[in-house]
């Protein structure tokens, strides 16, 4: 959903990397490819730039852009120019990112923006999510591709609290953050510059003070998990270098570019099972599946099978950003031309998957659920009907039994049969969906496990996957 289009249309001008030449490789057994390649390759990692509407995800994602040398001089012109055109002076450096006629217009992003930037260690894509609440699908679809987070913080007076409010993306993108599996955040507060803010150390104070023990209720170790930096992202102040003392004499904390650098996530064993869930797919002399391998390596020969329809296919060739490589890694975005299979044959949501250990295809498990914040007068009981998103899977599904509540004080399991249960619960269900999903348990495959339950356009619940039918169709 949402990511079908975005990717000829919004991908941005790549920095020219050296590029692995076709020929090179293409006589060499994948055992064979020096170890020295891939380690002279700096490490990959894809952030997710997510936060209430208007927080200046697109304008920090754009200015990241050129102050890395990416958006000349003219560009920007060009773009300061379209921008007072229709009336939106401010959202030059949005346009960077938010590359369609719609997102300009309105000055809203709609479909995930993607780029790409380099710093000393890393090579990042960014993945310029949507705020609007509208467009929490797109979102959803963006952070499950993430392996950290940039969480966006307007401090400009009253901004701030309209997107912590209940119901404020803030809050959402957060909660949904760490059930995709975004490990990390950097959460910047924004608009520093602004006449409401000024560099206030007391407004920087009293964002981080809330932003804490909220943070510390969606699951995340604020210590280790999370790191606070004051930006401007419209001026491009404490981003790629550490903001003038004269501007922000309390500062002594990195710049973003600084904290990005030093990141460190899990690494991630380029020995597992191999799962790349298929995002999008197209013709291209074979058929083409795009996504990010969640699990294990993929070298060009390989034989894998299409799940959940079980197709074997032979991999042609691997697509690494714009480089055809011979082998590819755990959390690269990929494009991987198959032969023995047709493009109408695949559907987003399927996974591309070891021949040896494939993915469970399943229309049935078992999960455990945090209830969010149901619709009015809604009652959370069997024959509860909602859209279940589950890494690039958009499915109905039906919980049709509740088996056990969980205290969420004690995380133990409660005596009492459990019917209904209401906002905050916890619970364990069984969920049912009409077709075969391709889904993992959440303490085998994280990524794979964890997913969200929508109705009416609302996240009403996170979950993970804590069992599967032992007959699952493997
Ligand atoms: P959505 O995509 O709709 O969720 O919004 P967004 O988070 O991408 O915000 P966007 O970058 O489009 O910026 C929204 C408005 O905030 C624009 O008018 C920006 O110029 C303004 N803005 C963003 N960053 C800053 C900043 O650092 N300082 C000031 N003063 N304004 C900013
Ligand atoms: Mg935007």
């Given at each position: 959903?949402?990511?079908?289009?975005?990717?000829?249309?919004?991908?941005?001008?790549?920095?020219?990397?050296?590029?692995?030449?076709?020929?090179?490789?293409?006589?060499?057994?994948?055992?064979?490819?020096?170890?020295?390649?891939?380690?002279?390759?700096?490490?990959?990692?894809?952030?997710?730039?997510i936060g209430h509407v208007d927080a200046g995800k697109?304008?920090?994602?754009?200015?990241?852009?050129?102050?890395?040398?990416?958006?000349?001089?003219?560009?920007?012109?060009?773009?300061?120019?379209?921008?007072?055109?229709?009336?939106?002076?401010?959202?030059?450096?949005?346009?960077?990112?938010?590359?369609?006629?719609?997102?300009?217009?309105?000055?809203k992003?709609?479909?995930?923006?993607?780029?790409?930037?380099?710093?000393?260690?890393?090579?990042?894509?960014?993945?310029?999510?949507?705020g609007h609440k509208s467009?929490?699908?797109?979102?959803?679809?963006?952070?499950?591709?993430?392996?950290?987070?940039?969480l966006v913080i307007s401090a400009r007076k009253g901004e701030f609290e309209t997107g912590y409010e209940r119901g404020g993306q803030t809050r959402e993108h957060v909660?949904?953050?760490?059930?995709?599996?975004?490990?990390?955040?950097?959460?910047?507060v924004n608009k520093?510059?602004d006449?409401t803010v000024?560099?206030?150390?007391?407004r920087?104070?009293e964002i981080?003070?809330k932003m804490?023990?909220f943070?510390?209720?969606?699951?995340?170790?604020?210590?280790?998990?999370?790191?606070?930096?004051?930006?401007?992202?419209?001026?491009?102040?404490?981003?790629?270098?550490?903001?003038?003392?004269?501007?922000?004499?309390?500062?002594?904390?990195?710049?973003?570019?600084?904290?990005?650098?030093?990141?460190?996530?899990?690494?991630?064993?380029?020995?597992?099972?191999?799962?790349?869930?298929?995002?999008?797919?197209?013709?291209?002399?074979?058929?083409?599946?795009?996504?990010?391998?969640?699990?294990?390596?993929?070298?060009?020969?390989?034989?894998?099978?299409?799940?959940?329809?079980?197709?074997?296919?032979?991999?042609?060739?691997?697509?690494?950003?714009?480089?055809?490589?011979?082998?590819?890694?755990?959390?690269?975005?990929?494009?991987?031309?198959?032969?023995?299979?047709?493009?109408?044959?695949?559907?987003?949501?399927?996974?591309?998957?070891?021949?040896?250990?494939?993915?469970?295809?399943?229309?049935?498990?078992?999960?455990?659920?945090?209830?969010?914040?149901?619709?009015?007068?809604?009652?959370?009981?069997?024959?509860?009907?909602?859209?279940?998103?589950?890494?690039?899977?958009?499915?109905?599904?039906?919980?049709?039994?509740?088996?056990?509540?969980?205290?969420?004080?004690?995380?133990?399991?409660?005596?009492?049969?459990?019917?209904?249960?209401?906002?905050?619960?916890?619970?364990?269900?069984?969920?049912?969906?009409?077709?075969?999903?391709?889904?993992?348990?959440?303490?085998?495959?994280?990524?794979?496990?964890?997913?969200?339950?929508?109705?009416?356009?609302?996240?009403?619940?996170?979950?993970?996957?804590?069992?599967?039918?032992?007959?699952?169709?493997?």
């Amino acid at each position: 959903m949402g990511m079908t289009d975005e990717v000829d249309t919004k991908s941005q001008p790549v920095q020219a990397e050296p590029k692995v030449k076709d020929k090179e490789v293409a006589d060499m057994d994948c055992a064979e490819v020096p170890d020295e390649m891939e380690s002279q390759k700096k490490r990959h990692l894809n952030v997710v730039f997510i936060g209430h509407v208007d927080a200046g995800k697109s304008t920090t994602g754009g200015q990241i852009l050129f102050l890395s040398g990416q958006v000349d001089d003219r560009t920007i012109q060009k773009y300061e120019k379209e921008a007072k055109d229709k009336s939106r002076e401010s959202w030059y450096m949005a346009y960077i990112m938010d590359t369609n006629e719609e997102e300009r217009v309105k000055g809203k992003t709609v479909e995930v923006g993607r780029a790409q930037f380099e710093t000393e260690t890393t090579r990042f894509t960014i993945l310029d999510a949507p705020g609007h609440k509208s467009y929490v699908p797109n979102m959803i679809s963006g952070a499950s591709q993430a392996d950290i987070g940039v969480l966006v913080i307007s401090a400009r007076k009253g901004e701030f609290e309209t997107g912590y409010e209940r119901g404020g993306q803030t809050r959402e993108h957060v909660q949904l953050a760490k059930t995709l599996g975004v490990s990390k955040l950097l959460v910047v507060v924004n608009k520093m510059d602004d006449h409401t803010v000024n560099w206030s150390k007391e407004r920087y104070d009293e964002i981080e003070s809330k932003m804490v023990p909220f943070l510390r209720s969606s699951g995340y170790n604020v210590k280790k998990d999370v790191q606070f930096l004051p930006i401007s992202g419209l001026v491009g102040t404490n981003m790629k270098t550490r903001v003038d003392k004269n501007i922000c004499p309390w500062w002594n904390g990195p710049c973003l570019f600084e904290a990005l650098d030093s990141v460190e996530i899990p690494v991630r064993d380029p020995k597992g099972p191999y799962r790349m869930p298929v995002i999008d797919k197209f013709k291209d002399m074979g058929t083409v599946v795009m996504g990010k391998v969640e699990s294990g390596s993929i070298c060009e020969g390989d034989s894998l099978l299409v799940m959940p329809n079980k197709a074997p296919v032979k991999v042609l060739a691997v697509y690494c950003d714009e480089d055809k490589v011979r082998r590819a890694g755990p959390g690269e975005n990929l494009r991987v031309r198959l032969s023995g299979i047709e493009e109408e044959d695949i559907s987003s949501g399927f996974v591309l998957s070891s021949v040896v250990k494939p993915i469970p295809a399943v229309t049935e498990f078992t999960a455990q659920l945090q209830i969010l914040e149901l619709l009015e007068n809604a009652i959370f009981t069997a024959g509860y009907k909602a859209v279940l998103h589950i890494h690039s899977v958009v499915e109905e599904c039906e919980i049709v039994e509740l088996l056990q509540q969980i205290d969420p004080k004690t995380k133990k399991p409660m005596k009492k049969k459990v019917l209904f249960v209401k906002n905050g619960a916890v619970v364990v269900c069984r969920i049912q969906v009409n077709s075969l999903i391709c889904i993992e348990k959440f303490s085998d495959f994280p990524q794979l496990g964890r997913f969200t339950l929508r109705t009416e356009g609302k996240t009403i619940a996170v979950g993970k996957v804590t069992d599967l039918p032992s007959r699952s169709s493997a």
